[in-house]
């Protein structure tokens, strides 16, 4: 088990709760979804400690709801053990 997961989850009727699919670019974990396909963010922390996690859509950070970076900042998404899903893209 890794001790990180993030994945993309279908709300699309057909698909319903399934995982889109990850491709390998460029050594970074990356998934698309079809136009206006409704979907959800799930990440889960399989460590017993706290992790602070920034999450982005086509540039926009989640969290912040301004353009996306790396950089660590106060608004982070904070996970204890357990799994943070995002619903409603």
């Given amino acids: 088990m890794e001790k990180y997961e993030l994945e993309i989850i279908s709300n699309?009727?057909?698909?319903?709760?399934?995982a889109l699919k990850?491709?390998?670019?460029d050594g970074i974990?990356?998934?698309?979804?079809?136009?206006?396909e409704p979907f959800a963010i799930k990440f889960k922390n399989n460590?017993?400690?706290k992790v602070q996690v920034k999450?982005?859509?086509d540039g926009t950070d989640t969290s912040a709801g301004g353009a996306a970076t790396t950089?660590?900042?106060?608004?982070?998404?904070?996970?204890n053990y357990?799994?943070?899903?995002l619903r409603g893209f």
Avoid: R
């Avoid at 699309?12 to 399934?18: I, L, N």
């Avoid at 990850?22 to 670019?25: E, G, K, M, S, V």
């Avoid at 950089?71 to 996970?79: C, G, H, L, N």
């Fill in 29 to 36: 974990k990356t998934c698309g979804a079809y136009g206006n």
């Fill in 55 to 57: 999450i982005s859509i």
């Fill in 47 to 49: 460590t017993w400690n």
């Fill in 22 to 25: 990850q491709y390998d670019l």
């Fill in 82 to 85: 357990h799994e943070l899903k």
């Fill in 71 to 79: 950089e660590p900042t106060s608004d982070m998404w904070v996970v």
């Fill in 12 to 18: 699309h009727p057909d698909f319903m709760g399934k």
